[in-house]
C-alpha cells in the first residue's frame, strides 16, 4: 500500500493537490495554479506535474483545456464501472441491501495469516473492520474490510454507515476506485464463525477476495466477505465474440 516518493514523485503531488481540492483549498470552479507555478512550489519538472494533473482528471477532480488552464469541477455522480464478470454498482446493491453489524475496528499490521489471508504484504497496517451483513434479521455472511492506513480515517464514519465502504474513500480522499479485482474460492466455516452464521462447523462456503485499487495504481482496501453454501449463488452469461474459435 506504501508507495515510495522517491519513485513516484508525481503520486506525491496529485495526493496532495487532490487532498487540497476535498478540502476545499481549491473550491469547485476554481483554477488550479499554473503549471510553471506548480513546479516552482514542489520543485519537480514540467512532466511531473503533468503526470500529476492527469491523474487528478482520472479521478474526475479537474478538467484542463488549452490556454484555459486547470478547472476545479464538480465530482461526476456515477458508480458505473465496466468489468469483465459484474459492475461496481452490483457490489453497491448487495452492500446497501444488507445491513452491516459491525464486530470489531481496529489498526493492525498485516502477519504471516492475514497476508495469505488478504493478499496484502506482511508488515503492512490497515484498519480491520470485521462484522455480519443481515437481511430481514437473518445473517448472510460474514464482512472483512482491510483499509489502507492512507485511509483510514473513513473508520469513524462506519457506526453510521450502512453501506459499502468504497465510495467513503473515494468522496474523503477524492480519489476513484478504477477497478475491482474478484476471487471466489471454496472453503470450510470455521467453529467460530459456525455460530455466528447459524450453520455447522465445516460446512461449506464461499469466500470472496476484492481488492480494491484506485487510478493511482494502491489499493484501497481488500475485502473478504465468506458466505454459507446456501446463501450465495453468482451466475454470469458468457457470449462468444464473433470471428474467435
Not at 115 to 129: K, S, Y
Not at 137 to 158: K, Q, S
Request: aromatic residues 6%.
Amino acid at each position: 500500500m506504501t508507495i515510495s516518493p522517491t519513485e513516484h514523485r508525481y503520486l506525491q503531488v496529485a495526493r496532495t493537490l487532490r487532498k487540497e481540492i476535498v478540502d476545499g483549498v481549491y473550491p469547485v470552479g476554481s483554477q488550479l495554479p499554473t503549471e510553471h507555478e506548480l513546479c516552482e512550489r514542489f520543485e519537480v519538472s514540467r512532466y511531473t506535474i503533468r503526470e500529476a494533473l492527469r491523474r487528478l482528471r482520472d479521478d474526475n477532480l479537474v478538467s484542463s483545456r488549452p490556454r484555459a488552464g486547470t478547472l476545479v469541477v464538480p465530482r461526476a455522480a456515477t458508480n458505473s464501472y465496466a468489468q469483465d464478470v459484474m459492475s461496481i454498482n452490483d457490489l453497491l446493491a448487495f452492500a446497501t441491501g444488507a445491513q452491516f453489524t459491525i464486530e470489531s475496528n481496529a489498526m493492525v499490521t498485516i502477519d504471516d495469516d492475514m497476508a495469505e489471508h488478504t493478499g496484502l504484504a506482511v508488515g503492512e497496517q490497515c484498519l480491520a473492520v470485521r462484522g455480519y451483513r443481515q437481511i430481514d434479521g437473518a445473517p448472510v455472511c460474514c464482512t472483512e474490510y482491510y483499509i489502507n492506513r492512507t485511509f483510514a480515517a473513513v473508520g469513524r464514519l462506519l457506526q453510521r454507515h450502512s453501506g459499502p465502504i468504497f465510495p467513503l474513500i473515494e468522496d474523503l480522499f477524492g480519489v476513484s476506485i478504477t477497478e475491482v479485482h474478484q476471487e471466489i474460492s471454496a472453503v470450510l466455516v470455521t467453529p467460530g464463525l459456525a455460530a455466528a452464521l447459524n450453520v455447522a462447523p465445516a460446512s461449506a462456503a464461499l469466500r470472496m477476495l476484492r481488492t480494491y485499487t484506485t487510478s493511482d495504481g494502491e489499493v484501497a482496501q481488500v475485502t473478504v466477505n465468506t458466505h454459507p453454501s446456501d446463501r450465495f449463488r453468482h451466475s454470469m452469461t458468457m457470449r462468444r465474440v464473433k470471428g474467435q474459435p
